[in-house]
């Protein structure tokens, strides 16, 4: 054994030159000496990472895993101390034994120039190599959990995209939009007209990414298909007559952010400058897609048993008969799909309400990501709309159908309870659609 | 016993009707329905407790430290497991498990637009109750690990203080400079000149409100005294000239930070800054206080046994015939002090040094506060000065002596780690000054 | 005579080497070659110009004066060619003869960085100089006259100042102050507390040096004495309540744009201003002094004869038995003035507006400098108050009355004409008070 | 007659009930009370002409022509009391009657917001008629003559464009490439990369629309060819190692501006801006178009005669027999042009030498605009480009040729005064190319 690094005994794991550079680097980071070095050492220590290749960087991983983690033994000793005598003192030490040193780790490493972004840049390969290395979520857990601090809504600063923007954050609104692509900069152009809105949340450290946007558009009613919303309009002039809110595209620009929650704020926050800019608005809603409609379909038609009641039953063969076992060919040929639908409309849109309406397999409510997204940010499952994109994409993935979450302000807090209670809120109009089990 | 809050069974302390009411909010903030009602209800409960009188303040951190802590048969249960199998999923239990709630609680009270000038304030009056209560140290620790998180140098802005920045910055920099005070807008301006600089530390959450500043005075030598560096200069019109940069003064202007470094980091930032902006630029010092010098001696002259050597009772039984055995009384005659100090320049000067060398009571390098600040962050002693801050407040701290300590910006890490090690970096001049003992 | 420079023979007058190089490159400028040479050319003719003593800056506008003036035959025989047919041709020819080559010298001086200001600082000593040399006005009519189109209203930016105003800005504004002197800082912060305002007006040129000002008081009445308006406010915390806003101070920064109008555009720019913040604002009036009051009293009291009616004989009478002949000693017992004006209120308020109602002597309307400058505004001449001011200041310019001037938006145009016919629009209380002729 | 406008008697145009209106706002404008009416009745009078159509705007010049244009009977009293005694008052009194009304009229509309841009709309138009109408030209000698004063170059701003820079913006510089087309966001893009530049100018009144921009290569030599300018550069991460910046296109945005020189003064400042940041460049030069090459040598070839030289006339003879008569056809066919020109490299390089070198009709130096322009500017003639733009565009215009022009800060002002004396500076190497005559 060696003496004089007993701890690191674990790290058993094979590491290259670069890999054990940057190894040490991280060990001295934790020192007393690193503390006085500042940011120049944790400046190093992120080139060092930098220069890794893609294999490196899951050893680097692999050692944060092992060898970064707290001492079981001294843990123990510690809570059974806090067991005996909760004092400030044995909390403390509690505090400082469980927390796994990777955490400090992580938090020299940001004091230098371009740290946040590094390790941002970090946790977007390990959610990769997580896939395939379950044991890394201890490691994601900490990035996590300090992003999420870092991170805090309160030091987030909501700023308007439009025209007078700078080309190089238009460019990556483009480049993130992941709900209806952006076509190029006249594409953008009429998205940022005058009956539009585009918000994007920004991190101090990080002044030239975006982290998160919507795209709004305002109208005189709830929308029923996307067209209207990415196109021109017509009374593109005079915005301060708008009643509705319709967000229509939400999209993350950081990878690595992953599970730190932006959207509910972002979200939240945009209701609140909306409302002051125009006082006539009075809905705020969704236009959102239904990303796993038709694959539930497909499985079902496919023989799964899910325990269907007889309506259900009913309905599926129906379909079958007319579109065949795989739904999703209907996308192959879109100029003919409208036509071919036609005769299905009401079953499809009861099987749809049946899918937002059920819940997931582990019980948690709400079966599809979107969905799970809105209601448990308080907002209701609204209306389903057909036809509502008829895309290719869109056919491919729902039919074509979409749905609306309303977000009323005074009912969200209530909704989001309802939520994690396992109820799923939704309009009268769409429980009348879900077929019985 | 209430069958819905078993946990909170332990809050004995007799609160006020607004306390409980706080104290609700903050429960409420912890749940699921807090997390989605999301700043509103952070913004109303850092408003409850801005109502609050200094004594309900008081009862309200009770309640922090009570209720708001890790529950000891949990964290026992989660180390226990860890220790049997240190999985991811152990691992993650037990980071839970052993996070006192106080800490999510203030992470999501900082989601309020002000959320973290509140929780400065709320640190401010804790620092005050802890100094009679020694138990709240507990509560402390949670808020000063997150204040290190938040402010990170990684989050911090550095920006030059000059005449050209707004007015109600200045005024803050004139209300909290704490070395040598500024006598109204006309000194500040002559502070601003050429030759001089001044560099304030930000956050980006308290853009209106300086953290610490340092004011620098460029110079073609080290400062051996304080009047040059706060009047007007005579080569003010090309500071390009100057080889050495003095820093003279540095300040706290957030009192709720105390304990979260960041001197040290503005210090070396201003070394860089300063470096790039004058190549000519070869030292860099302090011209700094010894706030306990004449304190130490006046113990030591009322006979404390320090176990002295020889010539260290020698000096002493000297400076006592000259001055008797309250040497603080100089200050009251400062107009014949400089005469009357004379005769004892040498003897004084090897006191001066001694008590700079002297390790504090429990062993710890640097008895002097402003010495450890210094020497901890890598700097050198380099020279005492004689007659060096005449004012009143000068003789009564220190008979008028003042201290450079170096920044050798090749040598700060080396410096540090000796200290840690507790050992006190001075230059051979001021070692030969020091009595043996 | 010299064959190279004809036109030149006119300047006879003696200059100095260094004039003389500043008139080369004056004329080098006017080539073609000066044409070419651009911006650097124009610089360093105002470098040259920035050594000139005062006594050659004097030589330096005699030149300007002898020699670059329009050739009088050129003129001639362009106005014969355009009275003979006025083609566009030969208006152009005309426009050329006629327009003096100072004026395209200052243009071209103008395209130097910070040439704008270096001909404001001309035209500063200019006007010293025309106090001697009334002939140099031809100069200054050039230098106003594109000053003028330079400084155009639409070029200028309005700018609020206020606690956030970089210090050197809120330097300028205690230094040039010429209504109400400012006492330092601490006074100046008063003035702009939340019931104030201050805006200033700034030329794209000169981004560091405001032009004029304004500081006004937001009240719920019109003023009748300057101390509420320089003090603490006691309803400061909500000017959103205020009706009135009173103008109680303007001043000019730049001695070198007198004669160029900016104080009527600044206060009906302000009035827009303040009209959209505070939506409640219902009056706008000044509290102004009277400068000359006490001056035309006293002239009066020594026996002038202005041809005075019966009353204003009885009235002067009865000020001179009471105060004595020079009643601007009144200004020296402060203490007492108080006191010893009481039993005079009556026929000094009758005075006053009789000297406020009187034309000037070459007819103009307004006597008063203040009173001309509000009146061609477009103001109305709307209460005498007495013991407004009663510093030593006020009761030596106007026994310690003020007036204040109502700008009515609607009115505004209809009372400047009047004006310009020779009409004083005053109240009828005002119009009550005037003595008859 | 009506006796109450005299003045007015000439204006005998027709006019419509809207120009009218106008023409009677404008009227007000120049009295009194316009003068009062400050910036209201200057934007009412913009937004009459705003509302008029084409040929109403047309009418209302005609009015400005005759209506607005000095008295010549008080010109020429003016004139002879200035002949008889030039003094001060003569000379002002001269001034004011010799200056159009319109000019003042200008000044006033001026002061409205949005006052200069509606006067810039104004001249575009007014150039546009002039085409017809050469009387016009005294009313635009007023425009040009006050926008040459308010465009100085002391008031205008040098702005770096790069892809930081808002979108509304670049929009404007994609629109208005005059010489090489950019083809959207990505061709921009690359030609805003490290190794290229563009700078524009503003003036403070226009923030939101460029003047004039220039585009900038930075190689290692000077370019004999436009496609690696407008592609993607091998060097393009270290222009700090350019020793030459190549200006290859230089744009007007603001049609109004015509004759306003703005180019001149952007070169020069763009080439102190680049010596500052890259120290390594020595030289400046430019890559420009031939415009009138192709349809000179067309004119030759088609028997004019201009008392050609026997060297020229036998090239010209040489040309026609390989391209035939009209020479602009190889534009036609450009995947054959580069292989038909090829034998004709030698003669046509000397051709176009020669027409470089040529002068205008009128006798003036240079017959290409694009020469006249650089030459003016003090650039010398410095190389002849085969096959430097190979596009359809630049085979029609020059048959692929282009030209260097240098400019060597130190020769410009010699260089621009030889232009002025009638004189072509040229390389030696051009001028030995050009036929003798």
């Known amino acids: 054994m060696f003496k004089s690094i007993?701890?690191?005994?674990?790290?058993?794991?094979?590491?290259?030159r670069k890999v054990r550079r940057l190894v040490l680097s991280c060990r001295k980071l934790l020192t007393e000496r690193g503390q006085a070095a500042g940011a120049s050492l944790a400046r190093m220590t992120a080139d060092l990472y930098r220069e890794l290749d893609k294999r490196e960087q899951a050893r680097f991983f692999a050692v944060l895993r092992a060898e970064f983690s707290p001492d079981p033994t001294d843990v123990l000793a510690a809570s059974q101390a806090y067991a005996a005598e909760p004092s400030a003192v044995n909390l403390s030490r509690l505090c400082v034994a469980a927390e796994p040193p990777r955490q400090e780790l992580l938090r020299r490493l940001n004091?230098?120039?371009?740290?946040?972004a590094a390790i941002l840049r970090m946790r977007e390969?390990?959610?990769?190599?997580?896939?395939?290395?379950?044991?890394?979520?201890?490691?994601?857990?900490?990035?996590?959990?300090?992003?999420s601090s870092w991170f805090n809504p309160g030091f987030l600063q909501i700023v308007r995209v439009d025209w007078h923007t700078p080309a190089y954050l238009l460019e990556q609104i483009i480049a993130h939009e992941a709900v209806h692509e952006i076509q190029g900069w006249d594409d953008l152009r009429r998205r940022l007209e005058a009956d539009h809105r585009c918000f994007a949340l920004f991190h101090p450290?990080?002044?030239?990414?975006?982290?998160?946007?919507?795209?709004?558009?305002?109208?005189?009613?709830?929308?029923?298909?996307?067209?209207?919303?990415?196109?021109a309009q017509p009374f593109s002039h005079d915005p301060s007559r708008a009643t509705t809110a319709v967000f229509y595209s939400i999209s993350n620009c950081q990878p690595g952010l992953r599970g730190v929650a932006l959207g509910n704020f972002l979200i939240k926050n945009v209701v609140d400058v909306l409302s002051a800019e125009f006082p006539r608005l009075k809905v705020?809603?969704?236009?959102?897609?239904?990303?796993?409609?038709?694959?539930?379909?497909?499985?079902?038609?496919?023989?799964?048993?899910?325990?269907?009641?007889?309506p259900l039953a009913q309905a599926l063969r129906a379909v079958a008969s007319e579109l065949g076992p795989d739904v999703t060919k209907i996308a192959n040929d879109p100029d003919h799909a409208v036509e071919r639908l036609a005769s299905l409309k009401e079953l499809l849109m009861q099987l749809c309400a049946t899918y937002l309406m059920q819940h997931a397999d582990g019980g948690e409510p709400g079966r599809d990501p979107v969905a799970r997204f809105h209601l448990n940010n308080g907002a209701r499952l609204e209306r389903i709309n057909w036809l509502a994109d008829a895309s290719k994409k869109g056919l491919r993935e729902s039919l074509g159908l979409m749905v609306n979450y309303l977000y009323e302000p005074r009912a969200i807090e209530g909704n989001h309870e309802k939520f994690i209670r396992g109820e799923i809120v939704a309009s009268r109009r769409v429980r009348g659609l879900a077929l019985g089990e």
Do not use: N
């Open 205 to 231: 450290a990080l002044p030239d990414e975006p982290l998160i946007f919507v795209e709004v558009a305002l109208l005189d009613r709830m929308a029923d298909g996307v067209s209207p919303l990415v196109e």
């Open 111 to 116: 004091r230098a120039t371009g740290g946040t």
């Open 6 to 16: 007993p701890k690191f005994a674990a790290a058993r794991v094979r590491e290259g």
């Open 284 to 310: 705020f809603c969704t236009l959102s897609p239904i990303p796993g409609f038709a694959a539930w379909l497909g499985l079902l038609l496919k023989g799964a048993d899910m325990g269907q009641s007889k």
């Open 125 to 147: 390969r390990l959610l990769e190599l997580k896939r395939d290395q379950p044991e890394l979520e201890a490691v994601d857990w900490d990035l996590r959990h300090l992003l």
